[in-house]
């Protein structure tokens, strides 16, 4: 009986004292384990923009999956929320992202409304805001802040050279036509402006209201005017509609319909044959001759069975942009001035062709002339080379 009882003493020492050096050699581990960085991701998983923003953290994924989910040995990790693309909800999601989640980064968002209320909410905050779409001119213009940056375009960027484009083929007298909100708004006065400059003539200005995608009623009316051509905005699913409207009332092959680029990014496959021919700019076509997007595209293809768009580009960047700046200062995300400062300095390899930032924290890009052929929009040239945003109103 005595014996017994020793030797299970014997046992139980060695026992526990293993116990305690597995538990302390976890802790320090866990200790000298660097603390992740923390990245929200504000964008509309619902609603008609649902697409757009699937493809963005798509490319974000791919990012960040390309360098192991880390920068500088920490790991980064996602916070998401669905902004369904209601402005109203912004300033509180962000609240979130930024006080309970202590996101270093808040990548965000699709709809230049809620870029509106998240940049009101960011301001002078701790977290670095990286616009992945919307394109309100204000962001990079008038309402600019230190920390924030965008990744993708300004409203005025991808509507502008249009406007030229029209007159160069000979369209004269043109109908422009958009959801009602900021960015349709500001698109069609971006065209607007190059287009009566080059001597063209808006005949009518037509505003739906967001996100309606009953159109009928406003393409009788323009086939009934007869312009030489129609400039667009619609996006997402409200793009996939307009187009095919378009085609079953006639209107394809009679009225030459043109448009910013995301008329048809992202959305041939459904519009099918409807989107055929049509001419667009934007600073992507799937047909970018360089390295970086053809392993890009086939890349994206693999791991998520579908075409990368340029949705998934601009959200591929914002991860590019996050780990290339961590990196440059070793991890160290502490001190947001320096890491500015930092992201300021960057060029970044982007599918589209390699871009910097303005002063107001816009990319320096080109913008091409595309045309959809077999489903795919392909360059016919480029149509401005590295244009800048005039940042109106910036004070950086
Ligand atoms: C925007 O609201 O800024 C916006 C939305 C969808 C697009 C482009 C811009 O495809």
């Not at 976890?26 to 493809?55: D, Q, R, T």
């Not at 791919?62 to 920068?71: D, I, P, R, V, Y």
């Not at 607007?192 to 003539?201: C, D, I, L, R, T």
Request: glycine share 8%.
């Amino acid at each position: 009986m005595k014996n017994k009882k020793n030797k299970s003493c014997l046992t139980t020492i060695p026992v526990f004292i293993a116990t305690f050096l597995i538990a302390f050699s976890a802790n320090v581990l866990a200790e000298n384990k660097p603390e992740p960085i923390k990245v929200g991701v504000m964008l509309p998983f619902s609603g008609v923009y649902a697409g757009l923003g699937e493809s963005i953290r798509n490319g974000l994924k791919l990012a960040l999956q390309e360098k192991g989910n880390k920068a500088s040995g920490r790991e980064i990790q996602l916070v998401e929320v669905d902004t369904e693309a209601k402005p109203a909800r912004a300033s509180e999601l962000t609240l979130g992202l930024v006080n309970n989640d202590k996101s270093d980064f808040v990548i965000g968002p699709v709809h230049s409304g809620v870029a509106m209320g998240m940049i009101n909410t960011i301001r002078n905050k701790d977290s670095i805001m990286i616009i992945p779409n919307a394109g309100a001119n204000a962001a990079t213009g008038a309402f600019c802040q230190p920390n924030v940056f965008r990744t993708s375009f300004s409203s005025w960027q991808t509507a502008y050279p249009m406007g030229k484009e029209a007159v160069d083929m000979g369209y004269k007298k043109i109908v422009t036509l958009s959801w009602n909100y900021g960015f349709g708004k500001e698109s069609l006065a971006a065209f607007e402006e190059s287009f009566v400059a080059a001597g063209g003539e808006v005949v009518k200005k037509i505003l739906v209201p967001f996100p309606k995608t009953e159109f009928q009623s406003y393409l009788t009316q323009i086939a009934s005017i007869k312009p030489d051509a129609v400039f667009v905005f619609f996006a997402g699913g409200g793009a996939v509609k307009f187009v095919k409207d378009y085609a079953t009332m006639g209107l394809k092959g009679n009225i030459p319909l043109l448009g910013s680029g995301f008329l048809t990014e992202g959305t041939t496959t459904a519009q099918g044959k409807a989107a055929e021919g049509i001419l667009t700019t934007l600073h992507y076509a799937d047909t970018i001759d360089n390295p970086k997007n053809k392993k890009f595209r086939a890349d994206y293809s693999a791991k998520f069975n579908k075409s990368a768009d340029l949705f998934a580009v601009q959200g591929y960047d914002a991860g590019q942009l996050i780990i290339q700046a961590v990196e440059a200062l070793k991890g160290n995300t502490e001190d947001k001035a320096a890491l500015i400062e930092k992201m300021e300095q960057l060029e970044i390899d982007s599918p589209r062709g390699k871009f910097s930032f303005s002063k107001a924290h816009n990319p320096i890009q080109t913008i091409y002339l595309r045309k959809v052929v077999n489903g795919q929009n392909t360059v016919v040239k480029e149509s401005v080379t590295n244009l800048e945003d005039p940042a109106r109103g910036c004070k950086l």
